[in-house]
């Protein structure tokens, strides 16, 4: 793979990501750091070829069952607003078959042990749409050989720009 030419870090992973496979975007969304790439995550969920398990993926990791808590984006927490309007996004993005079927699984409730799905007993204010409690069938993605969801070759290309 050869690797884009740029010195910025962001960019560098934005060309990356636009030219990724499905397989390595599902990984990245799903194994990312977002509290520095959320807004990389979110140029993944803006394009249509992205897999809808990935787009299911970063909903469930986005904390959709804690913003269940919330009706509305005005009660939310404005340092949250953002998460809590994407979190809306996708779930109308997914609704209308905004993402492509690559035959990526995904499952909420049994992600490597995980149910995304449990809200602890939380107070559910906006219950989560149904769709998206389902699993998404298909293949799952190994992503051994990966940090931070990329390639070892990539990422060490990241961490070089980001720390130069």
């Not at 069952?65 to 979190?87: C, F, K, N």
């Not at 559910?124 to 699993?135: E, G, I, L």
Request: hydrophobic share 35%; charged share 30%; net charge negative.
């Amino acid at each position: 793979m050869s690797s884009p030419a740029t010195d910025d870090p962001d960019q560098f992973l934005r060309e990356f990501l636009a030219a990724a496979t499905p397989q390595q975007r599902h990984t990245f969304v799903r194994r990312a750091d977002y509290d520095r790439g959320e807004h990389l995550v979110r140029a993944v969920l803006d394009d249509p070829t992205t897999d809808r398990a990935t787009a299911l993926s970063a909903y469930w990791i986005l904390g959709a069952s804690y913003y269940a808590r919330y009706a509305r984006v005005e009660d939310v927490p404005e340092d949250e607003q953002g998460t809590y309007a994407l979190l809306r996004t996708i779930e109308d993005r997914y609704a209308a078959g905004f993402w492509a079927d690559h035959g990526i699984a995904f499952d909420p409730t049994d992600d490597d042990e995980i149910d995304w799905t449990d809200d602890y007993g939380a107070p559910v204010s906006r219950p989560v749409p149904d769709a998206m409690r389902r699993a998404v069938p298909g293949e799952l993605v190994d992503d051994a050989g990966t940090e931070d969801g990329l390639p070892l070759d990539v990422h060490l290309r990241w961490t070089a720009l980001r720390d130069a």
